[in-house]
């Protein structure tokens, strides 16, 4: 029984982060704005909510602060996208080369590892991935502005034929998707008790592959990240097991969760449908 609820424990700890980075995605790409961005709004959050838990001693202050940082990563995507018009793919690579190179800047810069953090439980984050996949699926099936979302995400020009802007549409979604990342970068470096720059370590990039193996839709998206929690949860418990006489090295259970992530790709999203006007301006 105690071997079952570490697994459970185990994979609620890593699917809850992919399940609230999934859910900014879907917001974004719902509304017709590629994002490849979710991993670097996820870094600066995790850094953010480091060094202002350090340095106040204040989880709240703290989590707001990391929110506030990625959704002001996810607006300059909406400023690079929308209003200067660049490719969706390059601005999220140039959005997740900064924050590469940003947040290692201010965690050496501003960093104290002799500092302890304050962090908000884990358990507020796990309820938050539970609860959050089914109020977007309600919000999207049955509310004026969910149904907008996705008309904005099948066709902005039709839109805006019939006097709906899709630039607030997006504005409001990529102010969605900055809150969803800053909960998910903030949950993984509460997680890990320390930043480090590596501290997301890809999860963006499997939030992304959950999002399209669920179809851009919130309760299939949940279960893919669950899905790939439980993978992540298995290579934890796989460390230091010897087959026969040979250990294997931790660098291939490590990377077994991102081998599983190309495989589901490969074979299943293929069968998955974008919103017609992703990319679309």
Known sequence: MAGEAIWLVNTAVMAAPLVLAAMGGLLSERSGVMNIALEGKMLMAACTLALIGASTGNAVLALFSAIG???????????LTQTYKIDHVVSGMAL????????????????????????????????????????????????????????????????????????????GALIGTGLCCGLSGAMIVTNAGQFGEYVTAGK??????????????????????????????????LQGVKIGAAEIPSEVWNGLPYLATLVALIVLGSKSRAPAGMGQH
Not at 71 to 79: A, D, I, R, V
Not at 142 to 168: D, F, H, M, W, Y
Not at 210 to 237: D, E, Y
């Open 69 to 79: 940082v990625a959704t002001l990563m996810s607006l300059g995507h909406y400023l």
């Open 204 to 237: 963006g990039f499997i939030a992304l592959a959950a999002l399209i193996l669920g179809g851009w839709r919130p309760i299939p998206t949940l279960v893919a990240a669950i899905g790939f929690g439980l993978i992540q949860a298995v290579q934890l418990q």
């Open 96 to 171: 997740n080369a900064l924050a590469l190179g940003g947040a290692k800047f201010l965690s050496d810069k501003f960093g104290d590892p002799t500092k302890s953090v304050a962090f908000l439980p884990i358990e507020v984050y796990i309820g938050s991935a539970l609860i959050l996949p089914v109020i977007l699926g309600l919000w999207l099936a049955k509310t004026r502005a969910g149904l907008r979302l996705l008309a904005v995400g099948n066709s902005p020009e039709k839109c805006r034929q019939i006097g709906l802007n899709p630039l607030v549409v997006r504005f």
